[in-house]
């Protein structure tokens, strides 16, 4: 059975820093491509950050600069280092793990929220 559990949520003040993790387990995870989503109340799901097998990441605008997506597939775990943290950054974030080869996979964790308020 797989399994995408997140950590590292929580408050934070506007410019502070978070380090969100995502442990994988019952996949081969160096085959899948990795990414972090977020969701805002009253929003759709946004794609944040991208990371391929072999560490090639891709960002959305409002994150390039600030954060920083990597793995380890020794692990089996993602990140997802926020820092400068603003107020729109709040959402639950997610992991979600994709395997486009046949046949394709699509995996979800439960999410994690982060909150930025002063």
């Known amino acids: 059975q797989v399994q995408l559990v997140e950590s590292g949520g929580g408050l934070i003040q506007p410019g502070g820093s978070l380090k969100l993790s995502c442990a994988a387990s019952?996949?081969?995870?160096?085959?899948?491509?990795m990414k972090w989503y977020r969701q805002a109340p009253g929003k759709g799901r946004e794609l944040v950050a991208t990371?391929?097998?072999?560490?090639?990441?891709d960002y959305q605008d409002s994150a390039k600069g600030r954060f920083t997506i990597s793995r380890d597939n020794s692990k089996n775990m993602v990140y997802l280092q926020m820092n400068s943290l603003r107020p729109e950054d709040t959402a639950l974030y997610y992991c979600?793990?994709?395997?486009?080869?046949?046949?394709?996979?699509?995996?979800w964790g439960q999410g994690t929220q982060v909150t930025v308020s002063s």
């Open positions: 019952g996949l081969t995870f160096d085959i899948y491509v």
């Open positions: 979600n793990a994709e395997k486009r080869a046949v046949p394709p996979r699509t995996y």
């Open positions: 990371i391929t097998p072999g560490g090639i990441t």
